[in-house]
């Protein structure tokens, strides 16, 4: 099982490096999007630094909502899906081996560079620090949960579309907690609550998350 | 005499069973209604607080209700599809979506009818609101789902799934927005009611609530019936139906 899981995100990773111009069009459409706040609402710094939290997690989920259709859907043009939920091994490990490798290719490198756009809006710098903590507890949440949309809407036309439609309200959650921790902290106030709480869903997300997704992934290729 | 329940499970008995129910409830709902509207406009007495606006809570209420206790019942109906594998269930699922969905757009429509009187503002960012919202989402999710695949048993299949995953969400998504709205807001605004209801005010709301429960099971029940025709158009028994005289 272990070697499943191992192999399969060697793999995930070694096909997303193959086309390393996907990968960097998540990221840079991460910092497009938080760019653009500025030039909308005006560079007054106060105002910056108060919607900073709000803006870098709200471009986060947009991030990730985007990867998204990688995560399934060329193996299923290919047939390789098919084989792999037919494989003698449990189609959750599969599926914790796909979301991992997702996770590791649009979801950390999202996570290194959120520093450097934080300090654009002025962020203190224990805000920053805790920004990074609730991005690397929270963007795994968001890997999770979106494999449960990719999975349903697997062959589905406008797939791109609707995954949206169904993932970003269970997004919520980890939105308040992620958005709330920074802001706590931004303010001088303490973020371990929030932090503690994305930790919970993070946990109950992969405890329940996987087998939602392998359900799905049946009735999608039965 | 024992009654075999799952004799209803195949849509063949289904549709007549629903043909002749759906006269009763949609009466019995015709009627609460009548009964309700009466009671909230002439017998309820005028709040001393809020004046004559107050009244919406007699649709906004049991709309509201309606709203969340329709999702668990199609995320009910779902599971058991999932579970027994049959299609009735499914199609209860997909019948009961859309009177769900039109009661959540009552519940925020009526509730912002009744915030501009009362609190000045359409729309709040209140955690009731919010979550309401975000209701109304998974619904259009649920049906969007179910409209974009073509094969009708995977479409049932696929959002049973989803409206399985909501249920598990929609109790975290209250909560963290109640979390996240008292932690943003003052008490400048709160939505909680005049802690002393009059009698006849609760009288009248429950009536309502009841004829939206009669609606609501109409409506899915024709509905369900209209899904049967569709989906069993093949079968026999539909056409010996059709060749019946009327």
Known sequence: MMRTLRYIVSRDVLLAMRRRADVATTLFFFVIVASLFPLGVGPDPKLLRAMAPGILWVAALLASMLSLGRLFAADYADGSLEQLV?????????????????WLVSGLPLVLISPVIALQFDLPAEAIATLLLALLLGTPLLSLIGAIGAALTVGVRGGGVLVSLLVLPLYVPVLIFGAGAVDASASGMDAGGHLS?????????????????SAALRISLE | ??????????????????GKLIPWFAWSGAILAVAGLYLSFFVAPTDFQQGESYRIIFIHVPAAWMSMFIYIVMAGWAAAGLIFNTRLSSMMASALAPTGALFTVIALWTGALWGKPTWGAWWVWDA?????????????????????????RRA?????????????????????????????????????MAPK??????????????????????????????IILEREQQAEWIANLAKEPT
């Open chain 1, 86 to 102: 037919l494989a003698p091994d449990p189609l959750a490990v599969v599926v914790i081996g796909k979301v991992l490798a997702h």
């Open chain 1, 197 to 213: 709480i994305l930790g919970a869903l993070l946990l109950l997300g992969m405890a329940l998350a996987p087998w939602a997704t």
């Open chain 2, 1 to 18: 005499m024992k009654l075999n329940w799952f004799k209803y499970a195949a849509p063949a008995t289904f549709y007549p069973l629903a």
């Open chain 2, 128 to 152: 009731r609101l919010t979550s309401e919202l975000i209701l109304l989402f998974l619904y259009l999710g649920f049906l969007a789902l179910h409209a974009a695949i073509d094969d009708p």
């Open chain 2, 156 to 192: 049932d299949r696929a959002s049973a799934v989803l409206a399985l995953v909501g249920v598990v969400n929609v109790p975290i998504i209250y909560f963290s927005v109640k979390w996240w709205n008292t932690l943003h807001q003052g008490a400048s605004v709160s939505m909680t």
């Open chain 2, 197 to 226: 209801m009059a009698a006849t005010m609760l009288l009248g709301m429950l009536v309502m609530a009841l004829a939206c429960w009669m609606y609501s099971i109409a409506a899915a029940l024709a509905r369900v019936r209209c």
